[in-house]
């Protein structure tokens, strides 16, 4: 129903305006189908070929339409083979420089205390490739603590890093197409320095938004490590191993490195780092009419916890969105929006996060962003572009 037609029915009174009760009733009970969605016009790339064993329900931002993610619409990053694993026949081992090595059953698992969190999961990825701008997700988690698991192996002294595996496994090759290369099957691995992994935060996982974890997103267990970017969060977890090596798997030591020169006391340095701790962002995510009021909404999140969000139209000034009231979890997005009355036309949006330090969300023209070589950790302010007709 348009303004004007409200306006109407409620100018008549008396039994219109019950009528226009009714109307506004009816209204509300039909939810999301009165309200128009305004697509963003820069859509993403189609996932290409190569890249669609990797990347699976990419959900693009404006059908992302609520605080927690649904499973159904929450992305998954696979590099290996997505295994299927049998829960009875699942074990999670705890090896290596322990006094105290396990072996835990899911049920095992499962009788140890139970924690829950709601947490944010961001592939680094996302936002440094054209195809690939929506892969994050919102969700519930519930399982059991890592450092309680850890504690009850008694780590030995020198042990320096904890490797988490994963139960899925591929083929990697080294100086591929000279005399030296090197082909061999390995699981994906990710570690942590033990005091990283023994944040009370961090949880294995067993459950999603009150469900078993889906067979994409790590069923039967997964490592949910909120703060930091979904490569982090090891799915199929099968094995657990303390170290006195750090490790330089691929997830580590080659693949997801970000690549940075910086200008050091004159002269350039070039850092190589693993991908680790999330970084301040935010995204504008749906613009839709209601009531004859165009709204944009978006998501904030970041390490510190969000203080504020803030969009700049067509360039203009910066200007404070509203943070939307959900049940707020530090390691969750935080919601906002913004009503505003666009003419008709072409516009764009541009958002940015400010933390709870004091941090502001780097614009793409920041020496953090232009000085990075590699697409992990694109947390410059993200532009859209949208139609008013
Ligand atoms: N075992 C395993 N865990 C993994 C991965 C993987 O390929 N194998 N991908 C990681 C990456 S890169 C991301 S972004 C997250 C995505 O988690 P999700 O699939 O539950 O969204 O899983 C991480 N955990
Ligand atoms: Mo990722």
Redesign the pocket.
Known sequence: MDQLHRRNLLLKGGAAAGIALLHGRAFAQTGPTSERLIPWIDQPEPVPAAAAG?I??LTRWEDLDSWITPNEK???????D??QLDEMAWRLDVAGLVTNPMSLSLGELKALPRQEVTST??????NGLPFLTS?I?NARWAGTSLANILRAAQIKAGAIEVV?????KGEETLRKSTPLELTFTS????SMSIDDAMNPANLVCYE?NGSA??A???FPV??LTPGW?????????TRIELRDTRFMGR?MGRD?VTVREERRDGRTIVTETSVGRTLLKSAPSRITLRDGRYRIAGAAWGPNGIAAAEVKIDGGPWVKATLDDMANSESAWRFWHFDFPPGPGDHTVTSRAIDKVGNIQPAMDDASIVNKKTYWESNGQITRRFRIS
Not at 121 to 126: A, K, L, N, T, V
């Open positions: 990797v699976r329900t929450f992305f998954s990053v696979g590099h290996y997505w295994p999961i961001e592939c680094s990825g996302s892969a997700g988490f595996f994963g139960a899925d699981n994906f691995a990710r999603m974890l889906p994409l997103n790590g997964r490592l970017y979904g490569v982090a969060n090891v799915k199929w977890l997830f997801y």
